[in-house]
């Protein structure tokens, strides 16, 4: 089975710009999540998509969004990108949502480094 | 928001010693889970314990949960240099079913 895939791995982007991110999750699972990782703030969550559906969000501002398609892959997008929003972004697919199986399967990782 | 607080923040100990990490949380919790990432990588599932367990294991790992204390530790046994890596402990909260991470333990494994 192949793993959660995110793409791209790595991009630069310039402030002001926005970013969409990809993430495939392994096939059969209906619940992807997303969340930032940083070296300050650590991994913060962002939202969770399950079945098309965004069932939790974090402490994010609106620049911020993502949506699910209805083969489970899911984008989140960053607009009028800010120097902090350098980072690791990491997606997480599971079977039936978080709150239900507690096990998520990571993805690499999309890089992002705004200058 | 942090849920978890692992401590120590970084761990050094030499090959074939035991490493102990610690995460401490605050509110009501469905599990908790340990997992691993090597550096710049996805994160890897260890191990979930669930809220009316004491204790798993699971190979070189040995969970403890103490809910009353809000505490959880994951002891890594006879350690090898493909431990080295930083663990996180996640929480799945009982308010609103999400997973939070902690800041992580960069354990490293010397030679």
Redesign the interface.
Known sequence: KAGVTQTPRYLIKTRGQQVTLSCSPISGHRSVSWYQQTPGQGLQFLFEYFSETQRNKGNFPGRFSGRQFSNSRSEMNVSTLELGDSALYLCASSPNGQGLTGELFFGEGSRLTVL | ??QGEEDPQALSIQEGENATMNCSYKTSI??L?W?RQNS??????LI?IRSNEREKHSGRLRVTLDTSKKSSSLLITASRAADTASY?C?T?ENR?????????TRLHILP
């Open positions: 928001s942090q469905n599990n889970q997992y710049g990588r996805g994160l890897v599932h979930l996180f996640a799945g609103d079913d999400k997973i939070i991470f902690g800041k992580g």
